[in-house]
């Protein structure tokens, strides 16, 4: 470091970090504003000066004689009048800076930096002054990293201006700071007319040493520390150093992106808004623009920001910002399905991802088709197993040994019910965001509703995940989610009083033929009861969606009886005794049955209802919550009523949940005479029986023999 | 969640369906300004409730279902004890009375101990000694926010002196100085991590508290979490997951 020697007077532009201190000490000199010299980074420059003056702001806790370090670099930013300090002073011109920093000092030091000022100011036009000054400040700067604690320093000494040699350190740590020791030997071998000024550069050049690791010097990182506390002037900034120096290190690494240039992490939002963006614009863009008259035409997406709305009231509900794009996706899905009516059902939960369910009708015919298909793959599957089967008993029957036939006949399966009728009046459809396509969910099985009673799971949010479980679930998430919408459905789906009404009664209501009894429609002539009365009664909700029975339908079939049978109604049977052999009907609560019926949970009514708000009841609304689904609501208000669901999907239940228990271990194959096994004879046995065989055999001969020989005899005689 | 960011939490926290309909969110940011001041049900009345002793937990742990509604109903159930006397000791069956109040503390002291949650970074400690707000909490970024490990409980830490020395390691004293979401039990289980919005929200929602939700802007520094339910832990989360 001390050998290019500084050359104060020439302005030398050559590589060493020296020529900055030397450039320092020529502006100083000549009073230039600095912006000629830009080719040098000034904010370097202005944050080292910098650098001392906010290490003796921290430093004013400490020793009084620090205290007298401010006046001097304020003189010399004084001195530097021209020269802008963009990033320390955020916009205060010098002076004031200055300023401040005398007010915040301390009274302590008010009035012997006045004083101190003048004669610095004076020692300005001086040579040397300035870095015998700066001496001691860049050991400070050299010792920002986290020696606060500071020296002791002679006072006298800095007031006389006199070229002084280097001061020794009390601090042991110094002794280690290379720039010391390069000054010391400097001190003693020559005699350098800029002594400290080296040292100057020595701790400059220290600092602008870059780390191994990464382009980062310490230098810089101080610079920009700095920087970021100035301008943001956070209060106590002492303890919160260690935040900002980390704060500061990882910005260093994570530049804010070009705006040119993607983001990787803001990938999929990016994608979702453009999906979310397709929903916003019209539909046929490309085949005209579309006139302002086909717009009022009817479409089947119902008012949902208006059922947001009364949602609200109640304190239910998605933000409106969601319901809107809920909005959006349901009319991207009626136009893409060939739908007659159409209702948002609510949201399930899930764990990863959350489902929005669309409650849709099919117009008439346009479901079969889709159905059908369905079916084909079904069968196709089931042919072919079956197929299968049959060669497998043919080859069976022609091995020798029969394969004793298994007794055991899996139960009937319970068939599912038709579509629009029941549990499957309505399709649904899921999506996950709106945005994202719908996905259609396949009709529910009694067995899958059956089983879905049994069980409870969350819901991940992948319709092909599987549901493990015990009982095993028949069937993947879709099914799952599928079978718990028509529980929810059947059980929570509500309407006021009247609004619907049976159709016209054929006859009487004995015969099985009753088609008024699960059907029903709008009444006309509804006037909508006052939500005083809704509120007070429970008998003035009725359910609209048929319950299902334990077996898994809305409507018995019996599943022994090997014809079909057409559909019998569950209420009201006397004709029971229709080859059922040990099946008892099942009966549930007819349509339409008011909710005071309903059965209670331990002590607590499975409904609560509430005004919206009670501080205003002329225009609040009715809203029923239930209790037996959390997260199923109902509003009525004069004509319009609604039912929501948003939730996780399970029922309530105030025990525990108790799994199925493992069925009974089997019986094994009865043992009889015919499959047991006899005992092998063993070696000496068979050895025995041998034994007497050839005894019987030996004797026979001999028998044979004597006869021969009597006959012999016999004959010779 | 601060009183003032009432409006902007529920709106960001909406996703899981509960929320406050206007006129309550009128008349409970009224009465937060005066909760404030001082204390007063019902949004407008507060009560000041006595903090949770541990024989509340013990008490409240016996009734089940739901709450009332009504802050002096009184749950009954009948309790075997134990009783001395002399020198038989034989069992009693006394009917213990606990009041709904009583059993709302200690069930939001519960909520608070078991699912009170704040991302990494917006508290820190210092060795003098407070834990103070950290102002330069940015937010966490996308990955991290998807992350459990991103996520502290907000109380004394129960955990972290079981941890390794080689997971100690890689903590940051000053800002992990309390348990992560990482290690609830059941693991990966008592948590549901979100993205809405495309990815410009995140919310967990407790599976073990299900009503508790709390939500995140990532890259900024909203935060909160609110509880809207019933109040009963889900005690059959081993079997749903």
New interface residues.
């Given amino acids: 470091m001390g050998d290019s020697p500084p050359n104060p007077e020439a302005p030398s532009q050559q590589q060493s970090s020296s020529r900055r201190s030397s450039q320092v000490s020529e502006r100083q000199r000549s009073r230039e504003p600095s912006q000629s010299q830009a080719a040098f980074p000034d904010e370097g420059q202005q944050v080292l000066l910098g650098a001392q003056q906010i290490n003796l702001r921290w430093s004013q806790g400490g020793n009084l004689p620090e205290d007298e370090n401010l006046p001097m670099f304020q003189a010399e930013e004084g001195g530097m009048g021209g020269m802008e300090y963009q990033p320390m002073s955020a916009g205060f011109p010098v002076e004031f800076q200055t300023q401040t920093y005398l007010d915040e000092s301390g009274t302590q030091a008010g009035e012997q930096t006045t004083s101190l000022m003048q004669q610095l100011q004076r020692l300005q036009q001086g040579q040397g002054g300035f870095f015998q000054q700066l001496e001691s400040p860049t050991y400070p700067g050299a010792n920002v990293l986290g020696q606060f604690s500071m020296y002791q320093r002679d006072d006298p000494q800095f007031m006389q201006n006199i070229e002084h040699g280097p001061y020794l350190r009390d601090d042991p740590a110094l002794h280690f700071s290379p720039s010391e020791l390069g000054f010391m030997n400097f001190g003693t071998e020559m005699p350098e007319p800029e002594p400290r000024e080296l040292a100057v550069q020595n701790a400059k050049a220290y600092l602008l040493q870059t780390s191994i690791n990464c382009d980062l010097s310490l230098y810089e990182h101080l610079v920009n520390l700095l920087t970021k506390i100035l301008n ?1 002037r ?1 209060e106590d900034p002492l ?2 150093l ?3 120096n980390r ?1 500061t290190q990882w910005e260093w690494f994570h530049p804010k992106m070009d705006t040119l240039r993607d983001d990787p ?2 990938q ?2 990016y ?3 453009e999906k ?1 963006k397709a929903l916003f614009s019209r539909s046929g863009g490309g085949e005209g623009e579309q006139e302002m008259e086909e717009e009022v035409v009817e479409t089947a997406v119902p008012n949902i920001m208006e059922t947001a709305f009364y949602f ?8 409106s910002v ?1 319901s809107f794009r809920i909005f959006l996706a349901l009319k991207q899905l009626v136009e893409q399905q060939p739908i007659h009516t159409c209702r948002f059902w609510g ?1 399930i ?6 489902y929005l369910v669309a409650e849709v009708e099919f117009r008439e015919g346009e479901e079969e088709a889709e159905e059908e298909e369905v079916e084909e793959l079904m069968e196709g599957g089931e042919v072919v197993e079956a197929h299968g089967e049959e060669e497998g008993e043919e080859d069976e029957e022609k091995a020798v040994d029969v394969v004793p036939k298994p007794t055991w006949k899996p139960p009937p399966v319970i068939p599912k019910e038709e579509s629009r009728t029941g549990a499957n009046k309505y399709l649904y459809f899921v999506c996950n ?1 709106p ?1 994202r396509p719908w996905t259609r969910l396949p009709h529910v099985t009694p067995a899958q509703i059956v089983h879905a009673r049994k ?4 819901f991940t ?1 992948y319709l092909d995940a599987p549901v493990i479980s015990y009982p095993p679930f028949p069937g993947n998430e879709a099914n799952y989610l599928r079978a718990q919408i028509a529980r929810i459905s059947a059980a929570t789906h509500i309407s006021p009083l009247g609004f619907y009404q049976f159709g016209e009664e054929e006859g009487d209501e004995e015969e099985e033929g009753g088609a008024g009894r699960d059907s029903f429609e709008e009444n006309p002539d509804f006037e909508g009861i006052p939500v005083l009365e809704m509120v007070d009664s429970m008998a003035n909700w009725v359910h609209h969606m048929q319950h299902i029975l334990p077996q898994g339908r809305c409507t018995w079939v019996n599943p022994l009886q090997k014809s079909e049978e057409e559909e019998e109604l569950g209420e009201e049977e006397e004709k029971a005794d229709e080859g059922m052999e040990e099946v008892e009907q099942e009966v549930g609560p007819p349509l339409l049955t008011p909710l005071s019926e309903d059965a209670e949970i ?3 009514s499975p409904w609560t209802t509430r005004l ?2 009670s ?2 009841p002329q225009y609040s609304v009715a809203v029923v919550r239930s ?1 037996l689904w ?2 199923a609501y109902t509003y009525a208000s004069g004509k319009k009523f609604e039912n929501l669901y ?3 999907g ?1 029922k309530y239940s ?4 108790n ?1 199925a228990l493992p069925a009974p271990i089997q019986q094994e194959y009865p043992s009889g005479p015919e499959i047991t096994e006899m005992s092998d004879p063993t070696v000496e046995e068979e050895q025995a029986l041998k034994a007497a065989q050839e005894q019987a055999l030996a004797a026979a001969e001999e028998e044979e023999e004597d006869e021969e020989e009597d006959e012999d005899e016999d004959l010779e005689d | 969640m601060d009183a003032e960011s009432l409006l902007l939490s529920l709106e960001l926290a909406s996703g899981s369906g509960q929320g406050l309909s206007p006129d309550r969110r009128a008349s409970l940011l009224t009465s937060l300004l005066l909760v404030k001041r001082d204390y007063r049900l019902n949004c407008t009345d507060w009560s000041l409730l006595p903090p949770a002793t541990e024989e509340m937990v013990v008490q409240t742990a016996m009734v089940k279902g739901r709450f009332m509604g009504d802050p002096s109903h009184e749950y009954e159930h009948t309790e075997l004890q134990k009783v001395n006397e002399g020198d038989k000791v034989f069992e009693e069956e006394v009917v213990v009375q606990v009041k709904e109040e009583t059993r709302l503390v200690s069930i939001i002291d519960q909520i608070d101990k078991a699912v009170a949650i704040i991302p990494r970074g917006a508290l820190f400690k210092t060795p003098f000694g407070p834990t103070n707000v950290n102002r330069t909490f940015e937010g966490l970024s996308l990955s991290e926010a998807k992350k459990l490990s991103s996520y502290f409980h907000f109380r004394e830490a129960v955990d972290l002196k079981n941890k390794t020395l080689l997971e100690k390691a890689d903590l940051d004293p000053s800002l992990d100085f309390m348990d992560s979401l990482e290690h609830d039990i059941p693991k990966a289980g008592s948590w549901s991590i979100q993205m809405e919005r495309g990815n410009a929200l995140v919310v967990l929602r407790s599976l073990l508290w299900p009503g508790l939700t709390f939500y995140h802007a990532p890259r900024t520094k909203n935060y909160g979490y609110i509880y809207v339910g019933t109040g009963e832990k889900n005690l059959d989360l081993p079997f749903m997951l």
Avoid: Y
């Fill in positions: 943001q956070p303890s919160i260690e935040t900002l704060t992490e803001m999929p939002t994608e979702i808004a979310q609200e009231q109640a304190g239910v509900g998605l933000s969601e949201k939960l899930g764990l990863k991802r959350s965001e945005g069980i409870k799971k969350f949010g331990m002590h607590l919206s708000c501080l205003c209790n959390p997260g948003i939730g996780w399970h105030p025990d525990n949940f799994p």
